[in-house]
């Protein structure tokens, strides 16, 4: 199927947090959903179970399990058995959810900052302690992992580490050789690994991206990984999430953490999850090319004509990560806002390290993405 990705689709007046929180002269380019059309073939697979008419309750389709542990297999050569899959609601409430299983009140959980800011709530939703990190970037802007800074972090009581990987919002697909030392770490303090993979999918040319739990099967016992269909194939806004915890007993602890309460995906949510991870990868292979062309659209476009703003190409995702810490500018993020009409997420909302950043989001179609850069750059001071 043919897919038009500069069609630059209206989406005002659709229920859209991204295109609804801001006025309608404001070009936003902040939360992380594409302004694509998501694989026809999910489309046609949510529009059969609307016909049907009835949405009782729901629960999985038969195939998806094994399509996911196919997939697993596959892409990363990791073997997982289907019991080890578990399916919610969504990435956030799970990687809280974690949290509560494997640590218990007043104990330590790990970040890197840096990082998807709901990460940051997630030690004082369970009642622990953040023990925070900053990521090191080096002089040419690229960010890495201090690991002796890591190890100095962790405290006796640390109990779990919250991994990012693809990182957002700095744009990183960490490499097998990372991975291995922040595991060892872990492992030596004997600390769960909490990973949010949500991203794996959303790779650029040369970029592999490599589950932490598949390294070695003492890694995968201390592993929770989360994975999701939702922003590799636009259908956030449907809810759906994969859950796998080889480990029964962790997987036990896990389940108990949410006794009571219903976070199970809706009948279109599994429905879309299906349909997604069947017959969405012609699709997604196409819109990866071209999120990696505006990805070096914004990156030429940075270093030519804006000037005080830099920005290394990000190895996945589709956000980059703007450093406007030389434009003289106090607030970037609120400058952009009300000088160029253009909505991005302030830096320092991903916590110690993000000041005086940017996040842009780049899936949408050229055309908007060319008139963003150009209001940005009349914006910015003489």
């Given at each position: 199927?043919?897919?038009?990705?500069?069609?630059?689709?209206?989406?005002?007046?659709?229920?859209?947090?991204?295109?609804?929180?801001?006025?309608?002269?404001?070009?936003?380019?902040?939360?992380?959903?594409?302004?694509?059309?998501?694989?026809?073939?999910?489309?046609?697979?949510?529009?059969?179970?609307?016909?049907?008419?009835?949405?009782?309750?729901?629960?999985?389709?038969?195939?998806?399990?094994?399509?996911?542990?196919?997939?697993?297999?596959?892409?990363?050569?990791?073997?997982?058995?289907?019991?080890?899959?578990?399916?919610?609601?969504?990435?956030?409430?799970?990687?809280?959810?974690?949290?509560?299983?494997?640590?218990?009140?007043?104990?330590?959980?790990?970040?890197?900052?840096?990082?998807?800011?709901?990460?940051?709530?997630?030690?004082?939703?369970?009642?622990?302690?953040?023990?925070?990190?900053?990521?090191?970037?080096?002089?040419?802007?690229?960010?890495?992992?201090?690991?002796?800074?890591?190890?100095?972090?962790?405290?006796?009581?640390?109990?779990?580490?919250?991994?990012?990987?693809?990182?957002?919002?700095?744009?990183?697909?960490?490499?097998?050789?990372?991975?291995?030392?922040?595991?060892?770490?872990?492992?030596?303090?004997?600390?769960?690994?909490?990973?949010?993979?949500?991203?794996?999918?959303?790779?650029?040319?040369?970029?592999?991206?490599?589950?932490?739990?598949?390294?070695?099967?003492?890694?995968?016992?201390r592993t929770i990984t989360l994975m999701a269909p939702s922003k590799t194939y636009n259908i956030a806004g449907l809810h759906c999430s994969v859950v796998i915890i080889p480990n029964a007993d962790l997987?036990?602890?896990?389940?108990?953490?949410?006794?009571?309460?219903i976070n199970t995906p809706s009948v279109l949510a599994y429905r879309a999850a299906l349909a997604a991870y069947r017959d969405g990868d012609p699709w997604l292979h196409k819109v990866l090319l071209y999120l990696q062309r505006n990805r070096d659209l914004v990156f030429d476009f940075v270093k030519r004509e804006l000037p005080g703003v830099s920005m290394v190409k990000p190895e996945g995702t589709y956000?980059?990560?703007?450093?406007?810490?030389?434009?003289?500018?106090?607030?970037?993020?609120?400058?952009?806002?009300?000088?160029?009409?253009?909505?991005?997420?302030?830096?320092?909302?991903?916590?110690?390290?993000?000041?005086?950043?940017?996040?842009?989001?780049?899936?949408?179609?050229?055309?908007?993405?060319?008139?963003?850069?150009?209001?940005?750059?009349?914006?910015?001071?003489?």
């Open positions: 199927m043919g897919y038009d990705f500069d069609d630059c689709i209206e989406r005002r007046d659709t229920d859209s947090l991204k295109w609804g929180r801001y006025g309608d002269d404001v070009l936003p380019l902040w939360v992380a959903d594409m302004d694509f059309r998501s694989p026809e073939l999910v489309i046609h697979a949510l529009e059969e179970r609307v016909a049907h008419g009835v949405f009782g309750y729901g629960m999985e389709p038969p195939g998806l399990r094994e399509l996911i542990v196919g997939r697993l297999q596959g892409l990363y050569g990791w073997s997982v058995t289907p019991e080890a899959i578990l399916f919610m609601s969504g990435v956030v409430t799970a990687f809280n959810l974690a949290a509560m299983a494997v640590a218990s009140p007043g104990e330590g959980l790990l970040l890197q900052t840096p990082i998807y800011f709901p990460m940051l709530y997630t030690a004082d939703n369970a009642n622990l302690r953040c023990d925070s990190m900053k990521l090191t970037q080096q002089e040419n802007g690229h960010y890495t992992v201090d690991y002796g800074q890591m190890a100095e972090t962790i405290r006796e009581d640390t109990r779990v580490f919250l991994l990012c990987n693809p990182h957002n919002p700095v744009g990183r697909v960490f490499r097998r050789d990372e991975l291995e030392h922040m595991a060892e770490i872990c492992l030596s303090n004997e600390m769960v690994i909490v990973s949010d993979e949500i991203h794996c999918d959303l790779l650029f040319s040369g970029q592999e991206h490599v589950p932490i739990a598949s390294l070695a099967p003492e890694v995968e016992q997987r036990q602890r896990f389940q108990n953490a949410y006794r009571g309460l956000l980059a990560w703007l450093d406007c810490r030389r434009t003289g500018l106090d607030d970037p993020h609120r400058h952009f806002l009300q000088k160029a009409k253009v909505a991005l997420n302030d830096g320092a909302t991903f916590g110690p390290g993000g000041e005086g950043f940017v996040r842009l989001n780049f899936a949408c179609c050229r055309p908007l993405l060319e008139q963003a850069l150009e209001r940005m750059k009349r914006a910015l001071p003489a």
